[in-house]
């Protein structure tokens, strides 16, 4: 890194320490002890629950089919996909207490004299969902109806990625609408609804831009499955800029062909029988919402007439 690096990246990590002071000042965030896990005030809520509305509405002549999951998901799907292979750093497995009364004495003195304990825990067969589309693919097994499904869902996901920067939580909201059918329909959702996308954000005054994006694939294998992706564009993330120039943007949602990745895994097939290849758009609440705060300010009520409209605000 030249010099000049290393000055705009403590610039831009300056910049994300005063947005995060501002919004825990404000009470619109409220902060734990870990990095990125946050409550959320009702002023903060008002404005997600405006954005579910704004996003239902968008989505309406889809008549997509709405699904809510919790936000954990069977172990046993989760190895279906390959997300420990290719994001181990951001997976969660929930643990707990599986032994009997010996061990359980042994977890106590242990905690007593201020040891770790939770060596006497053990992977249960949850994991915490990653992106939100996955708990739906382990539920499609089998053939499609014809012209493919729609779905509508929401939830939150886990990421283990602490960071000070309030856009990068650990654990957050998406709404996704998900495609899955033949491939040429597939490809035409990502277009199609990325640009419906762009408008719907766009007319919430934010400045976005559309980019080529890829997932942080881990590892050196991962850099190969870096490049497969932006060389077959299969990721394109919404980003709108919050820091001027200090940064490239900041990506509040994403459209993506996942082509057979997890019709292939779950086995979903076409209505003529073939593998189906499945597309989502996928909106960060917690994203587009402090996205909404950082271009028009931390008290909605003063935001432009325009888009509080639309977020009935
Ligand atoms: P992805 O599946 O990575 O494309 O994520 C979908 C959307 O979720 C992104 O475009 C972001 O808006 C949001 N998102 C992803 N990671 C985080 C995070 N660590 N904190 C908050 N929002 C996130
Ligand atoms: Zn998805």
């Not at 009997?100 to 915490?128: I, N, Q, Y």
Request: hydrophobic share 45%.
């Amino acid at each position: 890194m030249t010099i000049i690096d290393t000055e705009r990246v403590s610039a831009l990590d300056a910049a994300r320490s005063e947005f995060r002071d501002q919004l825990l000042a404000s009470g619109l965030l409220v902060g734990t002890s870990v990095p990125g896990i946050y409550g959320r005030s009702g002023a903060f809520e008002s404005i997600v629950a405006g954005l579910d509305r704004l996003l239902a509405e968008m989505v309406g002549p889809l008549q997509a089919q709405v699904l809510r999951f919790p936000p954990v998901y069977p172990r046993a799907d989760f190895e279906r996909t390959d997300y420990i292979a290719s994001f181990p750093d951001l997976s969660g497995v929930v643990s707990s207490f599986e032994r009997g009364d010996k061990e359980h004495a042994a977890l106590l003195s242990a905690r007593a004299d201020g040891h770790a304990w939770d060596g006497w825990l053990d992977p249960t067969d949850v994991v915490l969902t990653p992106a939100i589309c996955h708990p739906l693919y382990a539920t499609l097994e089998g053939e499609l109806p014809d012209g493919g499904a729609t779905f509508d869902l929401s939830g939150y996901g886990f990421r283990h990625e602490p960071s000070n920067d309030p856009m990068r939580m650990q654990s957050f909201r998406m709404r996704e609408f998900v495609y899955v059918g033949t491939p040429d329909a597939a490809q035409l959702f990502r277009d199609s609804w990325l640009d419906r996308a762009l408008e719907t954000l766009a007319s919430l005054g934010l400045a976005v831009d559309a980019v080529p994006a890829n997932d942080p694939f881990f590892g050196r294998a991962g850099r190969m499955l870096v490049s497969a992706q932006l060389r077959e564009n299969l990721k394109i993330e919404i980003v709108v800029p919050l820091y001027g120039d200090l940064s490239e943007g900041t990506a509040i949602a994403s459209a993506n062909c996942q082509r057979d990745h997890l019709t292939a895994a779950f086995g979903i097939l076409t209505a003529d029988g073939a593998v189906a290849h499945g597309a989502c758009v996928a909106f960060g609440m917690e994203r587009v919402t402090l996205a909404l705060l950082r271009t028009h300010g931390l008290d909605f009520l003063a935001w432009p007439e325009g888009v509080r409209a639309l977020l009935g605000l």
